[in-house]
Structure formats: C-alpha cells, structure tokens
C-alpha cells in the first residue's frame, strides 16, 4: 500500500503591523467620539472634513495600484535606464525627476508603495547598489510633497484651510518645492549617488520593458494623464481621481477582471485617517493644544516663520507627521497663513530620520525589507536629519521671500 504524504501545514494568517495601528487607532477614536470626550458637534464636524480626504486616498490608491499592475511604473523605469545610456549622474537625474513627478501628481505614499520595489528591481536588473535607489525614493516622496494639493495629505488640509484653489496653492509654494528639492537632489548626489557609483560611473542599460498587456498600460496611462489635466482645470481632487479610476477600472473589467479584488482598497490606510483624526481632536482639546501652541510661539517674521518649521519638523519625528501638523494647525491663527504654511513644511520634509515619522516613510521601510534590501541604518538617519534640517530651513526661507 502506498503511504500518503502528509497534510501540508497550513499557513496561519497574521495580521501586520500597520493593520494592528489602524485597527487600534479607530477604535480609539470611536471610544472617543462614543465616550463624549470629544463632542457630537465636534465628532460631526471632523467627520464632515475627512469624508472628501478619504474620497480621494481611496481612488487615487487603487488608481495608483493599478496603474502599477498594468506595467506604467516599470515602463517608465527602463526607459528612463535607457535614456541614461549607461551614465551614473544620468540615472541619477532621471530616477529623481521620476520620484519627483510620481510624488507630484500621485501622492506620495504612491512613490514610497509602487515606485520603490520598481527602482529597486531596476537596481537589480542592472547590477548596481540599490540603497541610492531606494533613497531617492523616501526622501522625494517627502521632500517633493509640497507643490499640488493632491500630493500629501497635509496638503489637503493646509489648502482647504487657508481657502487656495489648487492652482493657487501651487503659485504659492512652487519656490518652496523648488527649494526642498533642489537640496534633496544634492544631498542624495554627494550622500549616497556619488559614493556608491558603479566603476567608472558606468552601467550596462537594460532592455526595453514591454508591459504583457499594452491595451491596459494605454488605459491606465490615459487615466493618469485624465487625473492630471482634471486637477489643473481645477476639478475637485476627489471627483477627478474618482472620473479617472472608474476609466481604469473599465479596462480592467474588460481585459483583467480577476486582478480587482477587494484587497485593492486602502482600508488599512482609511482606518488610519478617520482614528487618527479624532483621537487628535480629542487630545487637542484635553491639554495637547496648549502644549504644541507653547512650542509654536506667538512670534512672527523670519525667526517666527523658522520656529513653526522646525517645531513641525521636530513634531513630526516624535510622532507621526499628520498629527503634528493637525495639532499645529489647531492653534496657529486661522488668518496666519505664512506660518501655517511652514508648519506644513516642516511636517513634509521633516518626517525622515526615524520610520515612524511619516506614513510613506513607514511604507518604504516595509517595501526595502520585503525585497531583501538593506539601507545602512546609521547613515540612513543621520543624511536624513541632515535633509530634514537643512531642507526645511530652505523651503521655509523660499516661503519667506513669497509672502
């Protein structure tokens, strides 16, 4: 008689991490709203607020991830390899340009989630050093989050705050971007770039990615560019990333159906919004106010301006870079739109030097790990606090010098 082979075990779920905060974080703010430490009509009126934010992380993430499965990102990366001719400080550029437009118009969590293992298999592909790569990524998903509302978070709340159309608000921090970038690329360069080059600056470039499914990378390439144009005709963020992804998904259900699951959703990421939210409101109004509004200062001009950056920018590595901009906004005077401006710098380019920082930072060590990649920790946070630092202090005077 031929003996059976054994049952396989079976692999036992287990939930993540960041699944854990998230699930912690809305029950916490449930227990808020529910308990009354934070009251009906505030409860309500937070709620009002992130309902349209929530509309937007949604689509725009699952636009994001489908754009990826239909070949867009890795298209983009062989060409750009391509159009380096094998020349490090070319790569360099083009990998940076990329992180940078990704960040722009996508948002940044999509460069951190999407783009990073894309650069990171470039790297492999090509034989070179991944951890410039995969820097470049983190540091331009936080340091290139300042231009279009639709970039960062933080950003939505800052334009919804201070009353700026997208277009607007772009006019009034492009030198800012400007700034933060233009210190991002340097530091990269002479940071992690320069000292890592392959001998003689040179590589090997690779062969001309063909996505499997052309018809799905025109669709989802369309559907960025839809994306793209609504927001600078001025379209409702959340309307255009919604009119775009339903594009997107039309392709899908017609060339791909079995790729849209319900895992596509960023529930994880939604979780985490709406908890945070209320639990910051709630804490605001239980000492937490008076204790960021103590660290902001009352002080206005150049030192002022700085302090509120720097204070968001050191908030943000304590905890977590949405609720140190949310609870720096709570106390900064509505009118006061220089500084909350700042603040707003802070927490975008300031969340680097430790994971928690920011979401994207969070996001981009999880990706690095997966994919086997390991960035020297002690350098790793001591080029990034010099970025934050030295990032901050530029696109905050550039922020100055517009008001």
Not at 176 to 183: E, H, K, M, R
């Amino acid at each position: 008689m031929k003996p059976t082979a054994p049952p396989e075990p079976s692999v036992r779920w287990r939930p993540h991490p960041l699944d854990l905060v998230a699930v912690v974080l809305a029950v916490a703010g449930a227990g808020c709203a529910l308990s009354g430490l934070l009251s009906p009509a505030e409860t309500t009126a937070t709620l009002h607020r992130i309902l349209p934010l929530l509309l937007f992380l949604g689509t725009v993430i699952v636009l994001a991830e489908l754009t990826a499965v239909a070949g867009v990102f890795d298209v983009l990366a062989s060409r750009l390899a391509i159009a380096s001719r094998g020349r490090w400080a070319a790569l360099f550029l083009l990998c940076g340009g990329l992180a940078t437009l990704t960040t722009l118009v996508l948002n940044l969590d999509t460069t951190a989630v999407l783009l990073t293992p894309v650069l990171l298999a470039l790297a492999r592909n090509l034989r070179v050093p991944a951890a410039p790569l995969a820097v470049t990524t983190v540091w331009l998903a936080n340091t290139a989050s300042l231009l279009l509302p639709v970039s960062n978070l933080t950003n939505l709340l800052a334009a919804d705050r201070i009353g700026l159309a997208p277009l607007a608000y772009a006019a009034r921090m492009a030198l800012p971007q400007a700034a933060a970038v233009t210190v991002t690329m340097a530091l990269l360069w002479y940071c992690w770039w320069r000292r890592d080059a392959p001998a003689g600056g040179r590589f090997v470039p690779p062969e001309r990615h063909v996505p499997a499914d052309p018809v799905l990378h025109r669709v989802a390439l369309a559907g960025c560019l839809l994306f793209v144009a609504g927001i600078l005709a001025g379209v409702e963020i959340g309307l255009a990333s919604t009119v775009a992804l339903a594009l997107v998904l039309v392709g899908f259900v017609v060339r791909s159906p079995a790729t849209l699951r319900p895992g596509l959703v960023p529930l994880r990421l939604l979780l985490f919004v709406t908890g945070l939210f209320l639990v910051v409101q709630t804490l605001g109004q239980h000492g937490l106010d008076d204790l960021v509004a103590g660290l902001l200062g009352t002080q206005g001009g150049t030192l002022g301006e700085l302090r509120t950056g720097g204070t968001g920018a050191l908030l943000a590595n304590v905890v977590n870079n949405l609720p140190a901009y949310l609870a720096g906004e709570s106390v900064l005077p509505p009118d006061d739109h220089t500084r909350l401006l700042a603040l707003l710098i802070g927490t975008n380019i300031g969340p680097l030097a430790v994971p928690w920082a920011s979401l994207a930072t969070l996001l981009w060590f999880e990706r690095c790990r997966a994919a086997g990649v390991a960035v020297p920790m002690r350098r790793f946070v001591l080029t990034s606090t010099l970025l934050a630092v030295t990032g901050t202090v530029a696109a905050v005077g550039a922020l100055l010098l517009t008001s």
